[in-house]
């Protein structure tokens, strides 16, 4: 990094404002990997769902989908009534935080640092609960969807829908 002579900006507040930007940039990246795990699995238990013929199977999945739905729901905005963003979830929180660092020619205030830290430990929390959503649910699914000869149906729906 070159320091910029008109710049009151020292060396050490640009090194400490690039390192929260990046760490922010990559909570970005970390929760778009969640989301699309999220998505591309509630893709493959949505066309299951209307060929589902057990009760009980049926009722596993759209438990399991909807628990993922909800944990998708407190990642990003999902209700929209206008052209802005009508609800701030974590996606949203992340935006503010790293806009706000990127945009000021000062280094990140101790406030933008916690606030970081809050925000990262949220993400990890969202992580952690995914993974526990998935162990729950997702062997017992299988199950149920093979006893009903759907488990090679949803592959293929899911390849379908990629090629779109």
Same mark, same amino acid.
């Given at each position: 990094?070159? %320091?910029?002579?008109?710049?009151?900006?020292?060396?050490?507040?640009?090194?400490?404002?690039?390192?929260?930007?990046?760490?922010?940039?990559?909570?970005?990246? %970390?929760?778009?990997?969640?989301?699309?795990?999220?998505?591309?699995?509630?893709?493959?238990?949505?066309?299951?769902?209307?060929?589902?013929?057990?009760?009980?199977?049926?009722?596993?999945?759209?438990?399991?989908?909807?628990?993922?739905?909800?944990? %998708?729901?407190?990642?990003?905005?999902?209700?929209?009534?206008?052209?802005?963003?009508?609800?701030?979830?974590?996606?949203?929180?992340?935006?503010?935080?790293?806009?706000?660092?990127?945009? #000021?020619?000062?280094?990140?205030?101790?406030? #933008?640092?916690? %606030?970081?830290?809050?925000?990262? #430990?949220?993400?990890?929390?969202?992580?952690?609960?995914?993974?526990?959503?998935?162990?729950?649910?997702?062997?017992?699914?299988?199950?149920?969807?093979?006893?009903?000869?759907?488990?090679?149906?949803?592959?293929?729906?899911?390849?379908?829908?990629?090629? #779109?």
């Amino acid at each position: 990094m070159q %320091r910029d002579p008109n710049s009151d900006m020292t060396l050490a507040d640009m090194e400490d404002q690039y390192s929260t930007a990046m760490q922010l940039y990559n909570m970005h990246e %970390r929760l778009g990997k969640l989301v699309d795990s999220i998505s591309t699995k509630q893709k493959t238990l949505q066309p299951a769902l209307d060929k589902l013929k057990n009760v009980k199977v049926k009722k596993l999945v759209q438990e399991y989908y909807d628990k993922l739905e909800a944990l %998708r729901s407190k990642l990003l905005a999902t209700k929209q009534k206008s052209l802005f963003v009508d609800e701030k979830m974590l996606r949203e929180d992340i935006t503010e935080v790293y806009a706000s660092v990127c945009n #000021q020619e000062t280094a990140p205030s101790n406030l #933008q640092k916690e %606030r970081a830290g809050v925000l990262l #430990q949220q993400l990890g929390d969202a992580e952690k609960l995914n993974a526990s959503i998935n162990s729950q649910y997702n062997e017992k699914v299988k199950a149920g969807l093979l006893k009903e000869k759907l488990d090679k149906m949803e592959k293929t729906e899911v390849k379908k829908k990629a090629n #779109q």
